[in-house]
């Protein structure tokens, strides 16, 4: 007696939007259709169970930031301190050590200054030479920048002393003991020698702090 039921009951899900009959035959069995009959009721049909589930959000992706390298250290391993730098033509080697290594990819350059003005600007090298340094005491630092000229990491300022000929020996007959560079033209002492002429950089392009 009860089948009939359960059979309806697990049906009800497919037949939601069907009607359903309920009539007794003449041997007193309940039957349940789809067509109506004699004497038959109108059985109501369950709705079917349904979740209404929210469509996820989707979840908003930051972009990665460029990774700024960190340095660990930066010095000058020549000159050493207080060194004293024997050069007619006023030749300075400069070589450094930075750990870790300078990150190129990122734009990251090196710029050596002497007595603070910037003779080697946005190299990619750990050395570097500077000629026709005048003789007498100066000072050098590095300093590391990235593309946009901030600041780094800055090594500590070294003091070393040029030693190179003096003017005096330029003179008449003396002629044999000038300096003289690659291309045969004779070298002066002094930040305004022949060939090297430094100056403060310009303030808009001077490296940030």
Do not use: C, W
Not at 58 to 81: C, G, H, K, N, V
Not at 102 to 126: E, Q
Not at 136 to 161: C, N, P, W
């Amino acid at each position: 007696m009860f089948k009939p039921l359960l059979l309806l009951l697990l049906l009800a899900p497919l037949v939601a939007n069907a009607v359903i009959y309920k009539s007794v035959d003449s041997e007193g069995n309940v039957v349940f259709g789809d067509q109506p009959s004699p004497n038959a009721e109108v059985i109501p049909t369950p709705s079917p169970n349904t979740v209404h589930l929210e469509k996820p959000k989707p979840e908003a992706i930051e972009p990665e930031a460029e990774p700024r390298a960190s340095y660990s250290s930066l010095s000058i391993t020549s000159p050493t301190a207080n060194e004293t730098i024997r050069s007619n033509p006023g030749l300075l080697s400069v070589s450094l050590q930075l750990t870790p290594k300078l990150n190129i990819k990122a734009g990251h350059t090196i710029n050596i200054l002497v007595d603070g003005y910037v003779l080697i600007r946005n190299s990619t090298t750990p050395a570097a030479q500077i000629p026709d340094i005048s003789r007498g005491t100066h000072r050098v630092q590095a300093v590391v920048t990235d593309k946009e000229g901030t600041s780094l990491i800055k090594s500590a300022e070294v003091t070393f002393f040029m030693h190179r000929q003096s003017l005096l020996l330029n003179k008449p007959g003396a002629s044999r003991l000038t300096p003289m560079n690659t291309a045969g033209q004779p070298v002066y002492p002094g930040p305004q020698g022949t060939n090297y002429r430094p100056g403060p950089a310009p303030a808009a392009t001077s490296i940030a702090n």
